[in-house]
């Protein structure tokens, strides 16, 4: 069953996107050439606590930190470590907390220095990818229809999707009903309602889009070795639309 917020939940959760959003771009704005991933984690860690929040990733199913941060290859899940940040890297980051009882999720993804036009191309589609996605939102729209504005706005820059990673529905629970796809049918696939709270995710590559769990068993990384993007907001359903809950 899908989880359905009041207004109030829905207000507590929009402080708590509020926060994780402040914390990921002073995060965004130290992720620079020379820094440690595991410093990026510390900084993290730290804004999480002194927001008075709990980092929700640290200890589920086993991940080790609070922050995810993900470089080239690696799509999602890839645990901070001394790996410095290279001119030319790709990086993700992706942060979840939980305030006054909600969790929220975000995920970025940002340039090291000087990159090759192609991914610099890359990262802005998914970026723009997420916004084509969020303008679908709204009550009696299919989740198959969102995930096709998405599917069909990268697939038209030439990019594929990562079809084994999806969003979620998120609130008290990290991960909740229902699954997103990031492509699918027009006609398919559960109906948003009024009070749902999702996290739309998508996370597409300039190879296949096939990927394989990293020796660390936490990460997924691309099989072919291709560069990864990932963009993520916690976002309410309204009644006039949709609400972008992290920002």
């Known amino acids: ?45 730290s804004l999480v606590f002194k927001y008075k929040c709990r980092p929700s990733f640290k200890n589920y199913k086993g991940f080790p930190e ?101 969003g979620h529905g998120i609130g008290r629970e990290l991960h909740e009903d229902p699954e997103i796809l990031n492509y699918g049918k027009r006609r398919e696939g559960d109906f948003l309602k009024e009070g749902m709270v999702i996290c739309l995710e998508p996370m597409i590559t300039i190879g296949k889009g096939e990927i394989k769990k990293s020796k660390d068993g936490f990460a997924f990384e691309t099989k072919d070795g291709s560069i990864a993007a990932h963009f993520e907001h916690t976002v309410a359903i309204t009644q006039h639309g949709s609400k972008i809950l992290t920002i």
């Open 66 to 166: 609070t922050l995810c941060t993900s470089i080239n290859e690696v799509v999602v899940h890839g645990v901070p470590s001394d790996r410095i940040l290279k001119d030319g890297d790709v990086l993700s980051l992706d942060l979840g907390i939980f305030y006054q009882g909600f969790h929220s999720d975000m995920a970025i993804t940002i340039p090291i220095g000087k990159v090759e036009p192609e991914i610099l191309r890359l990262i802005k589609v998914a970026n723009k990818a997420l916004k084509r996605g969020l303008r679908k939102l709204k009550p009696n729209i299919r989740l198959g229809a969102v995930g096709n504005a998405i599917q069909r706005y990268v697939e038209s820059q030439g990019f594929n999707i990562v079809k084994d990673l999806c």
């Open 1 to 45: 069953m899908i989880p359905i917020k009041t207004k109030e939940e829905i207000e507590i959760m929009a402080q708590g996107g509020h926060i994780l959003a402040e914390i990921m771009n002073q995060l965004k704005n130290e992720a620079k050439i020379g820094v440690a991933t595991i410093d990026l984690n510390r900084l993290a860690e």
